[in-house]
């Protein structure tokens, strides 16, 4: 999967970059809602992983920037500051996950996958039935998904 990562954290940051990666996700990074949204303006992503309190900028009006802006993409938002009020303010700003932190690495990448697994489109089983017929769907990871007919 094609991740977008956006913490201040530069510590935090690398860590997450080196443990994703190594969990077979391509990762790209950013400290500010600038650099976040450049990116989205350039690559697709299946995911955004977003912090909370981004220095003086903050993750929620990112996120709600977003939703404005009609980007579909999940947005898993992390927080140090876990409050139920936080949590509702994520949703509200459109976030699909929310993760306080500190958390496990595997809770992070259970959550990754299961707000990923929501955006997939369904296997084509209708498919199945029809005798000389198959079908293969790859979606190499930018968003362009490739039909090969074979008879």
């Known amino acids: 999967m094609n991740l977008l990562l956006v913490d201040d954290d530069l510590r935090i940051l690398r860590f997450l970059k080196r443990g994703l990666e190594a969990e077979s996700h391509t990762v790209s990074t950013a400290t500010s809602h600038s650099q976040g949204g450049e990116l989205l303006q350039i690559c697709k992503f299946d995911l955004v992983i977003l912090d ?3 220095g003086a900028e903050n993750g929620l009006d990112f996120c709600r920037q977003l939703r404005q802006q009609k980007h579909t993409v999940p947005v898993l938002m992390m927080t140090a500051k876990d409050s139920p009020e936080m949590f509702l303010e994520s949703q509200e700003a459109g976030a699909n996950g929310y993760l306080p932190k500190p958390f496990a690495f595997d809770e992070l990448v259970s959550t990754i996958e299961r707000l990923c697994s929501k955006q997939s489109p369904p296997s084509p089983t ?8 198959a079908l293969t769907v790859n979606n190499f990871g930018t968003g362009l998904l490739i039909l090969n007919w074979l008879v």
């Open 52 to 54: 909370v309190f981004l």
């Open 126 to 133: 209708f498919f199945s039935g029809v005798p000389g017929l």
